[in-house]
């Protein structure tokens, strides 16, 4: 193995993204501590498959933690529209003589 530091990472969280001093760099959609989806770029040529996928997940955890430490709140993934009516509920009434 190189003797690459996994965790030398630079987080931009208004960009969603992360950049490693490599110069590998990856994006995420959805929310960054939960992502429904993540972007790679190029990976560095002289890394292993391995190497690979350590710096990927090690990108994404960098992210997530730097979500967590920052005061900014967290994308929501689903933000329900405000002006949709909401539908009514059922409502089961029962016979006095059903217990």
């Not at 770029?41 to 730097?66: D, I, N």
């Not at 002006?83 to 089961?92: E, F, G």
Request: glycine share 6%; proline share 10%; charged share 25%.
């Amino acid at each position: 193995m190189s003797g690459i530091n996994f965790d030398d990472w630079e987080v931009n969280l208004e960009a969603m993204s992360a950049t490693h001093t490599t110069g590998f760099s990856l994006s995420v959609e959805g929310s960054v501590r939960n992502p429904s989806a993540v972007h790679p770029g190029p990976f560095p040529k002289h890394l292993t498959a391995l190497e690979q996928v350590r710096l990927l997940r090690y990108g994404v955890e960098a992210l997530a933690k730097a979500a967590k430490s920052s005061n900014r709140p967290v994308r929501p993934v689903h933000r329900p529209n405000p002006d949709r009516p909401r539908k009514t509920l059922l409502k089961l009434k029962r016979s006095p003589g059903q217990e």
